[in-house]
Structure formats: C-alpha cells, structure tokens
C-alpha cells in the first residue's frame, strides 16, 4: 500500500512546507458537489497550461475530484469550504494536490468498496492512481493529499510566474 502520513504522524512535505523551486496555487471553494465541476476545470487547466503530459492531467482531476467530493460529503465542509493547493515540482516531477476540509481532524483510510457498490471507491482509486497519499491534521480539519510523477519533465515550466491566487 502507498499510504504515508496516515494518523497524527509526521507526513512528508505538508502543505504548509514546501521546496523553494516548487510552486503551489490555491483555491477556496464552497462546500458544495456543484463546486466539482468548477474544480475539475481549475485543476485541469493550470496543470494544462503547465504543458503537463494530458495522461497526467486526466489522472490528476479525477483523482482531485474524488477528494473534494469526499471533503464535502464527510466533514462540515457543507457548511463551509473546501481549499485545495496544487503544486508543480519541476525539478522533482511531480505534482502534489491536497485537499483541506473543514471538519474535524480525523484519520483517513482507503474503504473495502468494490466495483459493485455505489459508494466507497474514491480512496481506493487515489491508492491504485497516485505514487503517494495521505493524510494528516490540519488547524482547520483534515488535509487528504496525493502525488503523481510527471513522466516527462522537459515539459515543466523553467520560469514560474505566481498567480494571483498563489
């Protein structure tokens, strides 16, 4: 299993720490599902801008998709937002996405949920799709994170330039 960082340890990299040449944007949503789309979109265009490969992209929103959703429908997130950080590591190849709720810390694990059941599957997707994920608490609730290689780093940006969002 590629699970680090579950419980109260101390997980590799938080979000509140990162590596001088890596970048990270941000985005606040409302808790709401309505918010996935807007999310998806969001996540699949600055990581598109960022000429990542499209594969990587494809598996990044899905994957970032399934943590929102869980952050809205698990935690007090519905009655107020959900922030998630994207960062690029050129130098590394690798992007990082995680994802903070508004509801208490707790521990999070990948379900016993198989193809037939409606529900329960999206951690089990993050585990099979991403190299590494986690999760760890946060001041605000609890923070679910993952990282996928980018297979071609030529690709990355040499040169970033912040957004006003990050």
Known sequence: MKVV??????????????????YTRRIDVPGSP?????????????????KVAT??????VLLASE???NAVAHSCSREGEVTV??????ECGRVRLDVIDDGPAVAVTAGLGS???????????V?????????????????????VAVPDQSSC??????????
């Open 127 to 147: 585990d099979e799709l991403s190299d590494l994920w986690g999760c760890y608490p946060d001041e605000h609730g609890t923070v679910v994170w993952f990282e």
């Open 5 to 22: 960082g579950v419980g109260w340890g101390s997980p590799p990299r938080p979000a509140s720490v990162r590596r001088p040449y890596s």
């Open 55 to 60: 594969e990587t992209v494809e598996v990044v």
């Open 34 to 50: 309505v918010q996935l789309a807007m999310v998806r979109r969001w996540v699949h265009a600055f990581l598109e801008l960022d």
């Open 67 to 69: 943590l929102v959703a």
């Open 157 to 166: 940006p040499v040169t970033v330039v912040r957004d006003e969002c990050g």
């Open 115 to 125: 193809v037939e059941h409606e529900h329960g599957r999206g951690l089990l997707l």
């Open 85 to 90: 950080l994207l960062t690029l590591d050129p």
